[in-house]
């Protein structure tokens, strides 16, 4: 509390209350225009404490202040009604701007309670930002940031660390968070159709435009638009997209009226667009307009602390959906867990642990279980496989046909096993010919024990 005071100075008049039923009388018998929650809660909830807080007339806003170890905990806060969260060790310093924010905005009651059910709608356990390590603390108080500005943002990172994720957070903590979220990959559209798929067509525009089509643009207006894997949008393309940066407007293909934008933009990729604009493969002044605000996630090997977090969530999750009681891990195997490398990241660490809650015998994961399951990862494929003889492509094929062999013909798990969407994954099956790898993968007892999303009953997971 004593860095509370120091930040607010003199100028601001501050109560202080170390249990919840004390806090709600000085609430009763004072006028205040903010309360502030120290958590964790020494005596008390915090979440009881905000349901108190929410059926008060004046609906006083509540700013959280947390540690890098409770973020997820002041998500679902956010998610129950309070206004804001400050990390203590990062944001303190920004305390006093905050609250007057906070302070500004239109009260809850005016809004019909809005934005407590816009924040929390479509906001899954498995999209929460997750991670009690400092790097993810800072990389989440620099996404806060840029949510309350209507800039583009660059998200950098490798192959799943959870850039889409962090797209969201960045969306659900933005003024347009009772807005639409729209997302598309663009390594996983055909080039020819990216400009209509980006920014709609019209009635007959090319062969095939049997009608309108609005979008992802269009679909996102008031809301975000997040552009997955932007490293791949052509050079032909690119002056379009700086357009709709630079000027706000746009038009579908075939069309001739002239379209306003109010999309927010956030790009990702897992490659150095820096690297690409010096080749000449990316547009210097596209770069420049996108790069307003960067945030860089760190992969898991640089948080391992985050892991044991990681894998409750997903044990929570695949329990769940398989009808399973799997125990939490013992601590032996969450040592090894963190030891691991995880090139995958959290895609390939949650793949792992479905697979793993899916074959376990019990209601507890063995270590060698887990690890026998894991032992299919991409890193054990590449080096199984690649005999580094060939083209590139010789080398890609043998890579996809291994793995599809190994999760047996499954092409979701493949897809997370190589770290590519569905239909990326597709593509390279029509491209390789290797229609022979489903059919033989299905017909192992591999397919019949990966095959999870596919089982028309959750009984058969059932312990």
């Not at 005071?5 to 008049?13: A, D, E, K």
């Not at 307009?289 to 605000?293: A, I």
């Given at each position: 509390m004593g860095a509370v005071?120091?930040?607010?100075?003199?100028?601001?008049?501050v109560e202080e209350s170390r249990e919840c039923?004390?806090?709600m009388r000085l609430v009763d018998s004072q006028s205040f225009d903010c309360v502030l929650v120290d958590m964790p809660l020494a005596h008390g909830d915090t979440l009881d404490l905000l349901r108190s807080l929410r059926r008060r007339p004046d609906r006083l806003p509540v700013i959280l202040l947390c540690a890098a170890a409770d973020i997820s905990q002041a998500v679902e806060g956010v998610r129950a009604g309070a206004a804001d969260f400050i990390i203590k060790d990062i944001e303190i310093h920004g305390l006093a701007e905050r609250i007057v924010k906070a302070v500004g905005r239109p009260s809850e009651a005016s809004r019909g309670d809005l934005a407590p059910l816009c924040r929390a709608r479509d906001w899954a356990p498995g999209q929460m930002v997750v991670g009690k390590s400092r790097r993810m603390a800072e990389v989440i108080a620099v996404a806060r940031r840029a949510a309350q500005y209507p800039v583009p943002v660059l998200i950098l990172g490798e192959s799943g660390t959870g850039k889409e994720v962090l797209a969201r957070f960045i969306h659900k903590m933005s003024a347009r968070s009772c807005g639409p979220f729209a997302a598309v990959n663009l390594a996983a559209v055909p080039s020819d159709l990216i400009e209509s798929t980006l920014f709609g067509h019209e009635k007959g525009a090319f062969t095939g435009a049997v009608g309108q089509r609005t979008g992802k643009f269009g679909q996102a207006q008031g809301g975000t638009l997040l552009l997955d894997e932007i490293a791949e949008l052509k050079l032909e393309l690119q002056p379009k997209l700086l357009r709709v940066l630079q000027e706000g407007e746009f038009e579908r293909v075939g069309g001739e009226k002239m379209l306003r934008n109010d999309a927010r933009v956030v790009a990702a990729t897992n490659q150095s667009i820096s690297t690409l604009v010096q080749q000449g493969a990316f547009r210097s002044d596209l770069y420049y307009?996108?790069?307003?605000?960067t945030v860089t996630l760190p992969p898991l090997r640089d948080r391992r602390e985050d892991i044991p977090?990681?894998?409750d969530l997903f044990l929570r999750?695949?329990?769940q959906l398989y009808d399973r009681s799997v125990r939490d891990l013992r601590p032996e195997t969450i040592e090894a867990l963190m030891e691991h490398d995880w090139p995958g990241n959290i895609r390939e660490l949650e793949n792992a642990v479905q697979r793993a809650v899916i074959v376990a015998e019990g209601d507890e994961i063995q270590p060698e279980t887990f690890f026998d399951v894991a032992s299919t990862s991409a890193d054990k494929t590449t080096s199984q496989t690649a005999?580094?003889?060939g083209t590139i492509e010789d080398l890609e094929r043998k890579y996809i046909e291994e793995v599809l062999r190994r999760v047996g013909g499954h092409q979701s798990n493949a897809a997370r096993t190589l770290g590519i969407d569905r239909k990326t994954l597709y593509n390279k099956i029509m491209k390789y010919g290797l229609g022979r790898a489903l059919t033989?993968?299905?017909s192992g007892e591999a397919g019949k024990s990966l095959h999870a999303d596919e089982m028309p009953c959750r009984s058969r997971f059932s312990s």
């Open positions: 005071r120091s930040v607010l100075g003199p100028r601001h008049r039923a004390e806090a307009r996108l790069n307003v605000v977090e990681f894998v999750k695949y329990n005999d580094f003889s033989a993968g299905q």
